[in-house]
């Protein structure tokens, strides 16, 4: 079994913030952590929740 690859967020800055990386978990998964505690294991969703997740966020669903 590889190690997965984790991409942290363009939108992620050295200042801290709220800041999550993903990575591609074999064909149809998607991994998503905190970088700043990668330790603490990740969530695994499907291709479709992530594909969901994203268009969710980009509309400011999830804004405060």
């Known amino acids: 079994m590889s ?3 984790w991409r ?3 939108r992620s ?7 999550v990386e993903v990575s591609r978990l074999g064909d149809a998964a998607v991994g ?3 970088s700043k505690n990668p330790g603490l294991g990740h969530l695994t ?3 479709g929740s992530f594909a969901a997740l994203v268009a969710d966020a980009k509309r400011g669903r999830f804004d405060h």
């Open 32 to 34: 998503i952590r905190d």
């Open 3 to 5: 190690i997965p690859a």
């Open 13 to 19: 800055t050295t200042q801290g913030g709220d800041c």
């Open 8 to 10: 942290k967020s363009s």
């Open 45 to 47: 969703v499907t291709d």
